[in-house]
Each structure stands twice: as structure tokens, then as C-alpha cells.
């Protein structure tokens, strides 16, 4: 059984192959252009991919050593993501999959971060917790199966994703900021300067409260001290890195101990931050949790993660016809 996936939701074109469940290969163009603009502009994002999308196809086909004529079915994510970008991708799987005669499999784009899980070892048994944290999304999710996920917790404004982005450019650090804040947080002191932490019922999350109010720090330091920001850099990054992942993990903690779940997982870009990777490390250990956290290269968009998830979706028969169509808002 030969999948081949795409994977093109946002300023990543991607292409994979699985074969019977296993990865053969797993190819993503990153597109550098938007670092000039401080942020992805969806126009130019959408043309790159038009530029990107067969290269990275043939030479994902060509490290899998699988022939177009050994496909079984095109996968694709369909949604969430910039609708212009999911355009290139779906386009280009519709058309790949009639020239073929395979069918089609659509991919929810958060469900297949959760299911990055599934491609190397050790798997997460069921059910499972996964706190799910990116750019635009902030979830916990319930696994009760492969394609048996329920979100009982989210956030109800910004995503901690955005959250990171948002004060690194306050900090005048360039595109992408949340990989600077880590690198800066890692020499800092994180109780150096502390933050409000929101207050939101149940499991769900707010992050809008928290730019709020380092935006007015900030400012507050910076009128006393101009060149406070240069000079305190390490210590201001590593305590907005604390706030923030404070706030995930003790809603994090609160959903396991209401649901009784100890096998715990983290998915989506911000996964790839170190610091939330200790940190945790050494809660589930503290809690005796089974901590699952994926590779690097399965944190941020990639098609693998959208092979997988077609590996089980294949295997029920579920497919979508010619009349599919992208959704920038598509529920999970």
C-alpha cells in the first residue's frame, strides 16, 4: 500500500511517501521569502508553493523509490491553513489522483500533528491526552483512537503559537521570534521578570491577556531604561517562555487528573520548543506520566504526518471524490 501525501497548509511544501505504514521518505520546501515581512504574506506563500509543489513531489517519489504507477491513493490536507496555499496542494492532488485512477484521502491538518505519534517508536497507547500548540492552534486533545479524537480544552482567543511571534516582534527579534525566544530563554533566568497568568474556566485557554501585558512591561521598562530590552534580552525571553508554558502545562495537569489519563503527548510546531520539552519531561515524571513528544521533523508542517493519518484512513475506506474542496476553517 503506497500513499503519497502533500502538505501545503501554510509557508511549508511538503511531499511524503508510506509504504504499509512505514515512512519512506518525507521532503519540505521551506520558503524563506517571508522573513523580509515579518510573517507569512499569503500571496507569496501560495505562489511558492506553485513553484515548489513538483520538485518536492518528484523527489519525495524518487527517495521512496515508488513509481506514480505504484500509487495506491494522494493524500492532502484540506484544511485548516491559508485557504490560496491549501489550494495549490488540493489542486495538485485532485489532478494527480484522476490522471492515476486512485482515490483521494483529505487530512484535518491538527488531526495529523496528533497522529506524527504513530510514525516512530514508542507510540502513545489508547487513550491518550495530546496538548496540541502551533501558530493558530492551542488544543488539548482526547485520543480514544486513530481517527476517534475529541477537543476537550482550547483557546479562546490567540494561540500560544501567535503568543510567542507576538512578543519576539515586540522585542524587535525577526520571523520566525519563537525560535529566538527558546535559543535566548536557554542562558536567561525565567523568574526574573514574572507575569499574570489568565484566568480561564475548565480547560480552556487565553493568550491575549498575557501580549497585553508584556506589551505594557515594556513599555514601562524601556521609558525608565532605554536599553533595557538589550541589555536584559536572555532574562525577559526566558520569563515570557515560563509564563507561557506554565499556562499550558497546569491546564495540561488539570485535564489528566479530571480524566485520570497518563499517557501524555505534545504535537504541532511549538512542540519543537526545548523548553517545553523539559519542562514536560519533568512533570511527567513528577506526575508518573508516559511522555510522549515527536521528533523535530514531525513538530512543524510536514507531509509524514499526513501520510500517517492517510495510512489509517486508508485502511477504512475513507475516501473524498473529485468535488472536494479546501477549507481554511475546517472543524476538527
Known amino acids: 500500500m503506497n500513499i503519497l501525501a502533500i502538505e501545503s497548509s501554510c509557508d511549508e511544501t511538503s511531499a511524503a511517501v508510506i509504504t504499509n505504514g512505514k515512512i519512506g521518505s518525507n521532503v519540505v520546501a521551506t520558503q524563506l521569502i517571508h522573513a523580509q515581512y515579518g510573517g507569512v504574506v499569503p500571496e507569496l506563500a501560495s505562489r511558492a508553493h506553485q513553484q515548489h509543489i513538483l520538485p518536492v513531489v518528484d523527489k519525495a517519489l524518487n527517495d521512496a523509490k515508488v513509481a506514480k504507477k505504484d500509487l495506491d491513493a494522494i493524500a492532502f490536507t484540506r484544511g485548516p491553513g491559508l485557504l490560496g496555499a491549501l489550494l495549490v496542494g488540493t489542486s495538485f492532488a485532485k489532478s494527480m489522483a484522476l490522471g492515476l485512477n486512485i482515490p483521494l484521502i483529505e487530512i484535518n491538518h491538527m488531526q495529523a500533528?496528533?497522529?506524527?505519534?504513530?510514525?516512530?517508536?514508542?507510540?502513545?497507547?489508547?487513550?491518550?491526552?495530546?496538548?496540541?500548540?502551533?501558530?493558530?492552534?492551542?488544543?488539548?486533545?482526547?485520543?480514544?483512537?486513530p481517527l476517534e479524537m475529541e477537543i476537550i480544552g482550547e483557546t479562546k482567543d490567540d494561540a500560544v503559537g501567535e503568543a510567542f511571534d507576538k512578543t519576539a516582534k515586540l522585542l524587535d527579534l525577526p520571523y520566525p521570534g519563537g525560535p529566538l525566544i527558546d535559543r535566548h530563554a536557554a542562558n536567561g533566568n525565567p523568574l526574573a521578570y514574572p507575569f499574570p497568568l489568565p484566568e480561564m474556566p475548565g480547560l480552556d485557554f487565553s493568550f491575549s491577556g498575557i501580549k497585553t501585558s508584556f506589551l505594557y512591561f515594556l513599555q514601562k521598562q524601556v521609558q525608565l531604561e532605554p536599553e533595557f530590552v538589550a541589555q536584559n534580552l536572555d532574562d525577559i525571553c526566558a520569563s515570557i517562555q515560563y509564563t507561557l508554558i506554565d499556562i499550558l502545562l497546569k491546564k495540561l495537569k488539570k485535564a489528566a487528573r479530571e480524566i485520570g489519563i497518563r499517557e501524555i503527548a505534545i504535537a504541532g510546531g511549538v512542540s519543537a520548543n526545548s523548553g517545553l520539552r523539559r519542562s514536560i519531561k519533568e512533570l511527567g515524571e513528577k506526575l508518573d506520566w508516559h511522555v510522549y513528544i515527536p521528533a523535530f521533523e514531525y513538530c512543524t508542517d510536514n507531509a509524514a504526518m499526513i501520510a500517517i493519518a492517510a495510512h489509517y484512513k486508508f485502511l477504512q475506506n475513507d475516501f473524498c471524490d473529485q468535488t472536494v474542496s479546501p477549507m481554511a476553517r475546517m472543524e476538527f
Do not use: R
Not at 496528533?114 to 482526547?142: E, M, N, R, W, Y
Open 113 to 145: 500533528h496528533v497522529l506524527a505519534h504513530f510514525i516512530d517508536d514508542p507510540k502513545p497507547a489508547f487513550p491518550f491526552l495530546c496538548l496540541t500548540v502551533s501558530g493558530g492552534h492551542t488544543q488539548i486533545v482526547k485520543v480514544s483512537g
